[in-house]
Structure formats: C-alpha cells, structure tokens
C-alpha cells in the first residue's frame, strides 16, 4: 500500500484509521485493536499520520514518531468541520486525515514525557487544592453553628482549629465532645492535603531550579515558579506563535469578535485554550496591581493609568493580557525581562 496520509481517531481499545495516496484515493480503512496498532504501522513506510489532540495522544505521537512516521497534533474544534455528515468513528478518522493535509491547519506540538509529568503535579496540585477548599469551607460552616467564626485566613483558621481541637484555648467547652469527633476527620484532611501540596510544591520547585527557560519567565513581574512551570511545561515550541498577541489570544485573553460587514465589534475576552494558565496569569496580574502605587514598581504608571478609568478587574485581564505578551517575548528570544526605562530610573 502506497499510503501517503493516514488519518486515526484515537480511543481506548479500538482505533479507526484511514489512509490514502498520493491521488487522494481511499487505501487503508478498518479497525484496529489497541495491540495492533503499533505492528500495524511498522509495516507501513513512511507516512504523514495526523491525529486529533487528546490525552493520549501524545504518547502515541511519541510512538509513531519513533517508527520514522511523521505526526501531527490537531484541535479537535479544527477538525469538525471536515467531518462530512453524522458522528461516527468512520467518519472523524476520514475528517483527520483531510483536516492534517490543509496548509492553514493549526498543529499541537508533542509533549515529552517529562513535560507531560510536571503537568501532572499541576493537574494533582489543582485537585488538592479543591478538596482543601472543601474541607476548609466545611469546618467553618460547622463551627459557625457552634458560635465560632474565624477570620478569613489560613492562619486564623489554624488558630481556631488548635484552639479547640488542642485545647489550647477556650474554645474547646464551646463544642461538645461529640461533635469534635465528628470534625477530627476533616482536620486530619485538612492537614494531609496541605502536607501534599506542598511536597508537589517542593518538586515542582526543583523542576523550576533546573529548567532554563522556566528560571527566565521567573524573571517577569506577576510570574512565580507555579505559573514559570506550567508554562514551560505546556508551550513546547514558543516559535509556534507568530506574536505575542496570537499567544495572548491562545490563552483567551483578547476580546471576542463578532465583526461583520466591516464593523468591528468587540466583547468580553473569549476565554479559548488553557484555562489553567490564563487563572494563574490573572492572579498574578492582580498580585501586581496591589504593588502597583509604589513608585519602584515596574509598570506603576501603566497600571495607576488604566484603574483611573477602568474597573480592577478588567485591569487584571488587561495586565495578564501584557504578562503572555511578554512572556512569549522571552521565551522565543532566549532572554530575561527587563523592565521599562522608566521604571528601571
């Protein structure tokens, strides 16, 4: 078979594969099982393999690459629209293996399998962080029915919580010892969880510490060693993106269009790719504004500007807006931030 373009919907057991040659004319279309994929391949020369971007697909990337075939990443949203008619696995792998051969088709770069493991910490960071958030709002809702509110606060909620489960205070008579019973379970949780995130916090730490281009984005105001990570974890080639501004737009912070007869029309930002990075690079842009008044800080003057006549949060955006700008700058010229002149004096 003179395969040139293989098209495969990826799932977890059975794969659909579609290929055709250089004419275009349909050769390979079956169904292959999860053991059969790989020897499936190595008897094929050579190929351009086009897959939709998914969790597994990386490694199958990897796997595939690694037979001499060449694979490319695509977004799902990018490749509906070649699916002709109906939803079936037939009919997304012919979708892909056209959609992979369009010269205006947007590819996903392959993740390495260290990339994809930092990303993990992320991922299992983000979980833990929710049910510590559960947790939290929970053990506060009990011991309000009990009169015993605590400032917001970790460190006031940790007072609390030693003042009566300790007996370090007088607290304890407020809550019968029955119900101190029944809220030991979630102190215990409660303390785990913070034991975890922050052993993944040391590791992703160390990671930090010996990744060149993550040390440089550290570099940049609103950028810690949380968001340095995710982003050298996640953007594998920064080349990918023609400007800062595509880049900003991949994260969803530029504003949604709904322009047409040649009137532009603009609405709120259109919050598309990684919602992960964009809440961390909004939470650093409102961790900036809060310095922002010091005559020292980098950017002062740009920020005490737009809160004169724009609403904070929308400040935020417009700051996280920059930070990606910025971000690619460094990333893509292999350098450190440094800050305006005007700030620098």
Known sequence: MQVTTMGIDLAKNVFQVHGVDASGKVVVRKALRRSQLLPFFEDLA??????EACSSAHHWARELNALGHTVKLMPP???KPYVKRG???VADA????????RPTMRFVPVKSTDQQAVLMFHRTRALLMRQRTMAVNALRGHLAEFGLVAAQGAKSLAEL????FEGSGTDDDAVPPLARRALAPLVAQLRQLQAQIKAIEVELLAWHRATDASRRLETIPGVGFITATAIAATVTDPSHFTSGRQFAAWLGLVPRQNS?????RLGSISKMGDRYLRTLLVV???????YARSKNAAGAQWVNALLARRPARLVSVALANKTARIIWAVLVRGET???PASAAV
């Open 46 to 51: 050579p190929c351009l393999i086009g897959m």
């Open 337 to 339: 931030y440094r800050a």
């Open 284 to 290: 650093g842009a409102t961790s900036v504004m809060r």
């Open 94 to 101: 012919e979708a892909i293996c056209e959609a992979v051969t």
């Open 77 to 79: 949203s990018y490749v």
């Open 260 to 264: 047409s007869g040649g009137k532009e």
């Open 161 to 164: 919580i030693e003042s009566v």
């Open 87 to 89: 939803k079936n696995d």
